[in-house]
């Protein structure tokens, strides 16, 4: 399994508005693709020097080729709304990551 991991900071002045898109939008948009099979949204809890709120959104998927596909198929025209509604009052950057093996404690 692949994750996707975008971490986004997201300026005061543009958060509610940001987080309305990505909530019922964005991710959605990016699901829609086929590629993924789901997403998880956090929020950050340490505050940043720069300011602003910090959000990381996690796309699953079974497999390194689907992100491929959707790097060279769908992140330009996605990313790109982005940038045209919110400009330069967020800043992203991106991580892939593997699951290697996956722990659940007891439950009682």
Known sequence: MI???VTINV???IHSAW???MQNKHINDVLATGLFTNAKMVKVLVEEEMGGTTYAVQY???SRAKLEDYY???A???RQEGLQL???KMVAFRTELEIMEEFYGETN
């Open 19 to 21: 987080l309305k898109w």
């Open 11 to 13: 300026d005061e002045s």
């Open 86 to 88: 919110f400009a330069d």
């Open 3 to 5: 994750i996707y991991n």
């Open 76 to 78: 330009p025209r996605l």
């Open 72 to 74: 060279k198929n769908h």
């Open 60 to 62: 699953f998927t079974d």
